[in-house]
């Protein structure tokens, strides 16, 4: 596993955030890999990677925390559905209907500040491993290092983040 990190940090530091997301999404069968920032319950894309290299969210592209997958991860730390269709957890919650299968982690800065989440995703139902599952959980931790220590003041990534909700 630390291995594994240690490619990780080193793709980090020499081909930066895309770079990074790209290693992670080779290692699973998801289409995408995304790091979304939270400001205002507002996510956010800072960056994405596309396996096919057909569509991606463009950066600074928007979305409500509340109509996300990604709202489960800040809210839990992790979460993860194969099959969003068939989660029984996701019965009547709002997210888009195009995600078929996700897994996301919360990402958190040092001083317990939420800067947002890092998941794969995809349209049809896929899995993680959960070597792979722990494996991203790890990223995350080192991807807010990066970003923490990546953006300046004037990054508006840099702003206001929100706290993560107790428990």
Same mark, same amino acid.
Request: glycine share 8%; proline share 6%; aromatic share 6%.
């Given at each position: 596993?630390?291995?594994?990190?240690? /490619?990780?940090?080193?793709?980090?530091?020499?081909?930066? +955030?895309?770079?990074?997301?790209?290693?992670?999404?080779?290692?699973?069968? !998801?289409?995408?890999?995304?790091?979304?920032?939270?400001?205002? /319950? %507002? +996510?956010?894309?800072?960056?994405?990677?596309?396996?096919?290299?057909?569509?991606?969210?463009?950066?600074?592209?928007? *979305?409500?925390?509340?109509?996300? +997958?990604?709202?489960?991860? @800040?809210?839990?730390? &992790?979460?993860?559905?194969?099959?969003?269709?068939?989660?029984? $957890?996701?019965?009547?919650? &709002? !997210?888009?209907?195009? @995600?078929?299968?996700?897994?996301?982690?919360?990402?958190?800065? =040092?001083?317990?500040?939420?800067?947002?989440?890092?998941? $794969?995703?995809?349209?049809?139902?896929?899995? &993680?491993?959960?070597? =792979?599952?722990?494996?991203? =959980?790890?990223?995350? *931790?080192? &991807?807010?290092?990066? %970003?923490?220590?990546?953006?300046?003041? =004037?990054?508006?990534? $840099?702003?206001?983040?929100?706290?993560?909700?107790?428990?």
């Amino acid at each position: 596993m630390s291995l594994r990190l240690a /490619q990780l940090e080193l793709t980090l530091r020499d081909g930066g +955030l895309a770079s990074a997301l790209n290693y992670l999404n080779c290692r699973v069968s !998801y289409r995408f890999t995304t790091v979304y920032r939270l400001q205002n /319950q %507002l +996510l956010k894309v800072v960056e994405t990677v596309d396996k096919l290299n057909e569509s991606r969210p463009c950066p600074g592209q928007e *979305k409500p925390l509340n109509e996300s +997958l990604c709202r489960l991860a @800040v809210a839990q730390g &992790i979460f993860t559905s194969s099959n969003t269709a068939a989660d029984p $957890h996701l019965a009547g919650a &709002i !997210y888009p209907s195009e @995600v078929g299968s996700y897994s996301g982690v919360r990402l958190t800065l =040092e001083n317990g500040e939420v800067f947002g989440t890092l998941c $794969h995703h995809d349209l049809v139902p896929r899995s &993680i491993s959960h070597m =792979e599952y722990h494996f991203l =959980e790890l990223a995350a *931790k080192t &991807i807010a290092r990066y %970003l923490q220590q990546t953006m300046g003041p =004037e990054d508006p990534a $840099h702003g206001r983040r929100e706290q993560a909700p107790p428990g």
